[in-house]
């Protein structure tokens, strides 16, 4: 199966808590699967990798449908938007 995937890099000097405080939100009603380079968030039949760097939180979805991929767009993008209104966080999802 091809799944379709985007990515979204969100400046930040935090992104370790913002990681960790997505994981541990999400992780109420979605499974989070610990992986090397982060936290993996399952929501639905689609995924988001969160990678914490030094400058940037990298977001990686992926889903089998463009309706799961936005769906996990949606709840991780607007919950990580919301958790870092203070310091004006921005998800800018791009394909591939």
């Known amino acids: 199966m091809t799944l379709l995937t ?30 090397a380079d ?5 929501v639905g039949d689609g995924s ?3 990678v914490p760097g030094e400058t940037a939180l990298v977001l990686r979805a992926q889903a089998p449908s463009q309706e799961s991929l936005a ?4 709840v991780v993008g607007s919950h ?11 998800v800018s999802w791009q394909p591939g």
């Open 6 to 35: 985007s990515r979204a890099d969100v400046a930040t000097d935090a992104a370790a808590r913002y990681a960790k405080q997505l994981a541990a939100h999400l992780g109420r009603r979605a499974q989070v699967v610990p992986e």
């Open 38 to 42: 982060g936290e993996r968030i399952v």
């Open 48 to 50: 988001c990798l969160l």
């Open 71 to 74: 769906r996990v767009q949606d």
């Open 80 to 90: 990580l938007e919301r958790f870092g209104q203070r310091n004006e966080l921005v």
